[in-house]
């Protein structure tokens, strides 16, 4: 898994200053009882990443910041199915 290479990557760095967890959307709006927003779907992942580090690993929560980027910074066109499953996803930038 993703989050345990990180943890054993932050166990491993006592120089490590920073991690950054980002949560992005496809551009199809979502409106449901869980979500009013992109914005708050992208968040809302990021902080389900940031509660897996914490609850799992040895990691001062003054290092981890969660950030919702909706569907700003897409990674591929949005033009079809596989495109968009590419564009929600979750990044984890370690800053040393």
Known sequence: LVIERVRNIVKESPELQKIVVTGHT??????????????????????????????????????????GSADTEPIAPNTDPANRAANRRVEIKLEF
Not at 29 to 37: A, C, D, H, L, V
């Open 26 to 67: 496809d551009n199809i709006p979502i409106f449901n009882e869980y979500f009013s927003s992109n914005w708050e779907l992208s968040a809302a992942r990021a902080v389900s990443v940031v509660h897996s580090l914490l609850d799992t690993a040895q990691i001062d929560k003054n290092l981890v910041m969660a950030v």
